[in-house]
């Protein structure tokens, strides 16, 4: 079992940033992926950035760039920092947790609601 705790979410002016973070019940070390999903009402899930125990990240086309996904091991905590926002970055944030190979298990926060204004 993991618990995961998103916090930073709010309202931002296009082009400002952000900082996301999801601080997680135990060892980073112990969860074989970390990472942030975003959805919007009527749309699917999609995948924003990860990071895995290794330390291996992966982000989306969208966000590359502009997003650095990162993790703090001594705070059991992944953050998200958004740079140069756009009105399209909207959406319900979500952090998100796999356990195990084949297969995994997976974890999801609550989710935290970022909207940027033009």
């Known amino acids: 079992q993991v618990q995961l705790v998103e916090s930073g979410g709010g309202l931002v002016q296009a082009g400002g940033s952000l900082r996301l973070s999801c601080a997680a019940s135990r060892s980073v070390f112990s969860i074989n992926v970390l990472g942030w999903y975003r959805q919007d009402p009527g749309k699917q899930r999609e995948r924003v950035a990860t990071?895995?125990?290794?330390?291996?990240?992966v982000y989306a086309d969208s966000v590359k760039g502009r997003f650095t996904i990162s993790r703090d091991v001594a705070q059991n905590t992944v953050y998200l920092q958004m740079n140069s926002l756009k009105p399209e970055d909207t959406a319900v944030y979500f952090c998100?947790?796999?356990?195990?190979?084949?297969?995994?298990?997976?974890?999801w926060g609550r989710g935290t609601q970022i909207t940027v204004s033009s």
């Open positions: 998100h947790a796999a356990v195990g190979l084949r297969p995994s298990i997976t974890y």
């Open positions: 990071i895995t125990n290794g330390g291996v990240t």
